[in-house]
């Protein structure tokens, strides 16, 4: 369950003191929270009746983490994106039939795509 609520843990804890304010707790993670208490109830008797508990509980933390996300997050990443995904598959295509219209038909499409996407890799690396 570590693994799950870090990410959250992370993204909560870089945001302002009024974001934080403004950020309505599920219901899911309370009852989560409440879960991972009889977990420790139920280990600590060495029972097993803990499992089903930590079911419920990741069950609850994946439900609740995915709905404070959504209410946390206004905008969509579309909107301060520079450059839209189809843009750069256009500008692709147009570099891919530019080189083979040039003179370098005799190259196969695949040697001329592969030697434009290393070019982009060194670019953004």
Known sequence: MVRQIQPLKDMLSQASLADRMKINIPGELVKAWLHVVMILVFAAQE???WRGHYRKARRLLEEGSRMLLQGFVKRSL??????MPQDIASLVS???LHGVSNGSAKREIAQTYLEYLSK?????L
């Open 120 to 124: 982009l890799v060194s670019i953004w």
């Open 94 to 96: 147009l570099k891919l």
């Open 78 to 83: 579309l909107e301060d994106s520079v450059v």
């Open 47 to 49: 029972s097993d009746a």
